[in-house]
């Protein structure tokens, strides 16, 4: 993934000056030339998720002198940006993207005193190339937008550049630059020798090796650099089982949990090898997708997956032959739908007792009697709660979390082939005993066939007092999601200015599937003024690095971030609606406003902790294996804050067959409830005698929601 701005600082010693002269004199002379007037290059990039976040790239040359030597924890204005564009597409699949930028005659950046003789000389600007995503639809990038594909590298750990090319500007021939790394190999300390620039524009190359080259050509080239680490691996090259030792071999080395889920690799690799085995020897792309799939449902990480390459035939074969070989697994039904609903003396997720919350009309189960909340008591003589512990995971894929995996079980509970015979054992609605009715699975209507939930792409609605604003993702659409949400922001100041303000925000993010931390950081800004900043990072991540041979902390300088439109800001009551399938960058968004107590975040489920980034690992026939690549903790803690945990809600709302019949009947009784909650608690705060934050709402339904008994977490490091 793109990695963040990073900076480091350095320390100046006493005879710094001299032993820069010193330094100068031994420097090879600057090259010769009238200087570039254009820059150009080409974008690669080896990591999979470049070209899906990077939609809309910027290309522009920033003012890197606040990371040359110490950052200040600001971002560069639209002043120290020059501004370019593609000359042919960027990041297009398979295609080499190039940009050019024409220079300006005197650039506008700052100025760094770069080879440190504290002479009153002015310095030079000096500019990377930046390829970012372009999030709020200005031509120019602002905060979080300024990070992206580049020509330099830092190392992970410090934020020191190690390699890479420079854009330099000298207003005259009294300005030097470094011209080595000097004898300790870091770039820009103490110790690094000098070479004289030539006025006007100079490309510097920064060697690994410490040496640096001065380009004066009137077309000089600046390419994007990207670390050897971030390629996604490609094995399609190779045959199924020799793809298939090779993904175990960088699963070993770079899966992120191995030590948490306690994952034994030689174990895994022979469970799975004689399937696939069979897949090569018989050339069966659905053999092998189905032998990944089960491997990657059995790591229990909603991050690790089996799919195939979208439009590749091979790969769209291989899942219409897996597809029908597992939905026939699953094909039959007994006309209902079923739930793990929640202990209704206090809702706090679900638990092993499983209730219908929905009958077809039509159905054995209707002509049996059985009715929304009858209870599920066994199946073909087996305890509900012990099935439900034996019973593998759907053909959703894997899950993260043990809720997750409950709430998945729950609901495919009686999925059986077509024509099996099943005992069932019930109880219905205020009634004590145990019935057992006989049922032969076939494909009947369950009462939900239409009304599952899906988010909207983006939209929101205003009613009961507050405005609902929802979207489906953080990585599609990023220009249409920022502008809709800055439309409902400036939609609730105009009533607020007509003399009918809201309560409040609620932002409902169940099914986000996530995407891109630029674009969730980005949105989260939204909600924090510029006297009252979201102090970030919240979270440290870590990256596994091949030179040290381990997981290293990502360095990251802290960042004040708010509205990137101050104007529209917004500081007022704020809710967070989640459920089992808000993952990834949607749980970040959710438990960063969580964690710096900006927002309440409510739900009946947790989220589906899908806690780090991702990679994915190309394979022969057209598929895809998805795996995390990095760890993600409190910051200041070795406390992983998603993985396997997810977020917990602050306000658990109740799992009941009343709730999840009228969401069969399309209704919402779910937000309902999260807008009652938010209610009660702004009411309790505005009453003096009120008891404190995690007031009950009045109930919507026999349960009402009740605060979670939710895990403590760190403060994070401002």
């Known amino acids: 993934m793109a990695a963040r701005v990073r900076w480091f600082i350095l320390m100046l010693v006493a005879g710094l000056p001299l032993a820069q002269a010193a330094a100068q004199e031994a420097a090879p002379p600057a090259a010769t030339g009238a200087g570039p007037t254009t820059i150009v290059g080409t974008a690669r990039a080896a990591n999979f998720a470049i070209a899906e976040i990077f939609k809309e790239p910027v290309v522009a040359l920033v003012d890197a002198t606040r990371t040359l030597p110490a950052e200040t924890g600001t971002f560069v204005p639209p002043a120290g940006q020059i501004l370019g564009f593609a000359t042919a597409p960027l990041f297009a699949p398979g295609v080499a993207g190039t940009y050019q930028i024409n220079l300006p005659a005197q650039p506008t950046g700052a100025t760094l005193d770069a080879d440190r003789d504290g002479a009153p000389d002015g310095g030079v600007q000096v500019f990377s190339l930046l390829i970012a995503a372009n999030i709020v639809g200005d031509s120019y990038l602002f905060q979080t937008e300024q990070s992206g594909l580049g020509s330099v590298l830092r190392d992970p750990a410090t934020g020191e550049i190690t390699q890479g090319s420079l854009l330099v500007h000298a207003a005259d021939d009294r300005r030097s630059f470094p011209s080595g790394a000097g004898a300790d190999g870091r770039w820009f300390s103490g110790d690094d020798p000098a070479a004289p620039l030539a006025p006007g524009y100079s490309v510097v190359r920064l060697g690994a090796d410490g040496t640096a080259t001065v380009d004066r050509s009137p077309t000089a080239t600046i390419d994007t650099v990207e670390r050897a680490e971030a390629a996604s691996p490609d094995y399609s090259g190779q045959g199924i089982l020799e793809s298939y030792d090779s993904l175990i071999e960088r699963l070993r080395l770079r899966y992120s949990f191995t030590e948490l889920r306690q994952l034994d690799w030689d174990r895994i690799k022979a469970e799975y090898r004689p399937r696939v085995q069979e897949a090569d020897a018989a050339g069966d792309g659905a053999a092998y997708l189905a032998a990944l799939f089960d491997l990657a449902g059995s790591v229990e990480d909603t991050h690790v997956s089996a799919s195939v390459v979208p439009g590749d035939p091979a790969g769209a074969a291989a899942v219409a032959g897996f597809a029908a070989e597992r939905l026939a697994t699953a094909a039959g039904n007994l006309g209902l739908a079923t739930a793990a609903v929640s202990d209704p003396a206090r809702p706090n997720g679900?638990?092993?007792?499983?209730?219908?919350?929905?009958?077809?009309?039509?159905?054995?189960?209707?002509?049996?009697?059985?009715?929304?909340?009858?209870?599920?008591?066994?199946?073909?003589?087996?305890?509900?709660?012990?099935?439900?512990?034996?019973?593998?995971?759907?053909?959703?894929?894997?899950?993260?979390?043990?809720?997750?995996?409950?709430?998945?079980?729950?609901?495919?509970?009686?999925?059986?082939?077509?024509?099996?015979?099943?005992?069932?054992?019930?109880?219905?609605?205020?009634?004590?005993?145990?019935?057992?009715?006989?049922?032969?699975?076939?494909?009947?209507?369950?009462?939900?066939?239409?009304?599952?939930?899906?988010?909207?792409?983006?939209?929101?609605?205003?009613?009961?007092?507050?405005?609902?604003?929802?979207?489906?993702?953080?990585?599609?659409?990023?220009?249409?999601?920022?502008?809709?949400?800055?439309?409902?922001?400036?939609?609730?100041?105009?009533?607020?200015?007509?003399?009918?303000?809201?309560?409040?925000?609620?932002?409902?993010?169940?099914?986000?599937?996530?995407?891109?931390?630029?674009?969730?950081?980005?949105?989260?800004?939204?909600?924090?003024?510029?006297?009252?900043?979201?102090?970030?990072?919240?979270?440290?991540?870590?990256?596994?690095?091949?030179?040290?041979?381990?997981?290293?902390?990502?360095?990251?300088?802290?960042?004040?971030?708010?509205?990137?439109?101050?104007?529209?800001?917004?500081?007022?009551?704020?809710?967070?609606?989640?459920?089992?399938?808000?993952?990834?960058?949607?749980?970040?968004?959710?438990?960063?406003?969580?964690?710096?107590?900006?927002?309440?975040v409510l739900g009946q489920y947790a989220s589906a902790g899908a806690g780090a980034n991702i990679d994915r690992v190309l394979l022969p026939g057209g598929l895809l294996f998805q795996y995390t690549v990095g760890r993600s903790t409190y910051a200041g803690t070795g406390d992983y804050n998603l993985e396997a945990r997810g977020v917990t809600p602050d306000v658990r709302l109740p799992i009941t067959a009343e709730t999840e019949s009228a969401k069969a009947a399309g209704e919402d009784p779910v937000l309902a409830l999260a807008a009652e909650a938010l209610a009660a608690e702004q009411a309790a705060a505005a009453t003096p005698a009120a008891t404190p934050a995690a007031a009950t709402p009045a109930p919507a339904t026999p349960a009402a929601a009740t605060p979670a008994a939710t895990t403590p977490v760190a403060t994070p490091t401002v």
């Open 350 to 600: 679900p638990t092993n007792r499983v209730e219908v919350v929905s009958v077809g009309a039509g159905s054995p189960a209707e002509a049996a009697g059985i009715v929304p909340g009858t209870e599920i008591v066994s199946v073909d003589g087996q305890p509900t709660a012990e099935r439900l512990d034996q019973a593998s995971i759907s053909l959703s894929g894997g899950k993260g979390t043990a809720e997750g995996r409950l709430v998945d079980k729950a609901q495919n509970l009686l999925r059986f082939p077509i024509g099996t015979e099943v005992a069932l054992g019930y109880r219905l609605p205020g009634t004590a005993d145990v019935r057992t009715t006989t049922f032969a699975a076939g494909e009947y209507a369950t009462g939900q066939a239409d009304v599952a939930f899906e988010p909207e792409h983006i939209s929101y609605t205003i009613g009961g007092g507050y405005l609902v604003l929802r979207w489906d993702d953080f990585l599609t659409d990023t220009l249409a999601k920022v502008a809709v949400m800055e439309e409902a922001l400036a939609e609730l100041q105009y009533f607020a200015s007509q003399g009918y303000p809201l309560r409040g925000i609620i932002l409902d993010l169940r099914g986000n599937s996530g995407g891109w931390e630029g674009l969730y950081i980005m949105m989260a800004s939204y909600f924090f003024a510029a006297d009252a900043p979201l102090r970030y990072p919240v979270f440290d991540n870590y990256s596994y690095s091949d030179a040290a041979g381990d997981w290293v902390r990502s360095y990251s300088s802290p960042l004040a971030l708010s509205s990137p439109k101050p104007e529209l800001a917004y500081t007022g009551q704020l809710g967070v609606l989640i459920d089992e399938n808000c993952a990834s960058s949607c749980e970040f968004f959710a438990q960063t406003l969580q964690a710096v107590g900006r927002a309440r």
